[in-house]
């Protein structure tokens, strides 16, 4: 078989401009919301397996965060707040429910596509620059997202890149929904033996871990809900989750050797049409209990991998 040809169409959905490949067979194809760093869909063996941004709210504001990038952290910031050199810092509160900053912060329509190519594989590169002109976090950094597809799997590199002038504390992560037609409650899931992270009522960890050995062998998710953190410890190149449908398997997977995507939260909405598996490159509220937290040199990055892969049962 031949390598895949891809061709490419910009459509508009909302009022924003959409990128959408694909293949010739109809079987490969990713669609990609450029300005927002969004990737909304990804279709492998002919699939959707994103659940992504899909009415105006969400290609205006997205509350739900469907599939953006995370930075200068993941999940969330005590209070909002953090000390870094001995001086304190006040993230605006987007979490009332908990008194807590979520996500980082907003990129707005700053992301630029900076790379497109198409060969066996087509690859995809997106980029971010932050200039650190917020009193609360003035530390500036620029965050790049890579994506590479072909008939096999779906890729994405994450990096963030202190370029500022001092010393700054950085976080990454990504915060996908995956999907395969059915509700959750109808899947399986196997998760890989690692440590559960214990979070308080405002869902901030407590510094207590415990062993979760509950799904190392695929089992029906049912009822079961998810709203946790977990902590993989494993010297493996790559950690993988696996969803599975009466027609399919999907693994996803996450860069897991020392200082990578060492970090996990697995996420269930309320629709329970969706589940998040979300790479972090440090825990929740890092950026006061130091958990994985990157404090990068001027000019110095971060980089770590995820991606996922399917299969017919």
């Known amino acids: 078989m031949g390598a895949p040809v891809f061709s490419r169409k910009v459509i508009e959905k909302f009022g924003h401009e959409v990128i959408q490949y694909q293949d010739e067979s109809g079987e490969i194809g990713l669609e990609v919301l450029p300005s927002k760093g969004l990737i909304l869909d990804i279709k492998l063996k002919g699939v959707s397996l994103l659940s992504g941004p899909n009415c105006k709210d969400d290609f205006d504001s997205n509350t739900s965060y469907k599939s953006s990038v995370l930075a200068p952290f993941p999940n969330r910031l005590k209070d909002g707040k953090f000390n870094f050199h001995e001086k304190e810092y006040q993230f605006p509160i987007n979490d009332t429910t908990y008194n807590s900053a979520l996500h980082g912060l907003p990129?707005?329509?700053?992301?630029?596509?900076?790379?497109?190519?198409?060969?066996?594989?087509?690859?995809?590169?997106?980029?971010?620059?932050?200039?650190?002109?917020?009193?609360?976090?003035?530390?500036?950094?620029?965050?790049?997202?890579?994506?590479?597809?072909?008939?096999?799997?779906?890729?994405?590199?994450?990096?963030?890149?202190?370029?500022?002038?001092?010393?700054?504390?950085?976080g990454i992560g990504w915060h996908p929904y995956f999907s395969l037609g059915q509700p959750i409650d109808e899947c399986s899931l196997c998760i890989p033996k690692c440590k559960k992270i214990e979070v308080d009522d405002k869902l901030i960890p407590t510094g207590k871990r415990t062993a979760f050995k509950e799904y190392t062998k695929c089992k029906p998710i049912g009822e079961e809900t998810f709203d946790t953190p977990f902590l993989i410890e494993k010297d493996a190149d790559f950690t993988s989750v696996v969803l599975e449908s009466d027609t399919h398997k999907l693994r996803y997977y996450q860069e897991t050797k020392p200082n990578k995507f060492n970090y996990l939260q697995i996420y269930i909405p309320d629709d329970r049409q969706s589940i998040s598996f979300e790479p972090m490159s440090c825990n929740i509220d890092a950026h006061n209990n130091q958990n994985?937290?990157?404090?990068?040199a001027p000019g110095k990055k971060f980089r770590a991998r995820c991606g996922v892969a399917l299969q017919e049962k």
């Open 107 to 170: 990129t707005g329509d700053s992301f630029k596509v900076i790379d497109e190519s198409a060969g066996s594989s087509l690859n995809l590169s997106m980029q971010y620059n932050y200039a650190g002109d917020k009193e609360f976090f003035p530390f500036a950094y620029a965050v790049q997202v890579d994506v590479s597809i072909d008939a096999h799997k779906c890729q994405l590199g994450f990096q963030i890149q202190n370029t500022g002038a001092t010393e700054a504390p950085l």
């Open 292 to 296: 994985g937290l990157h404090i990068l």
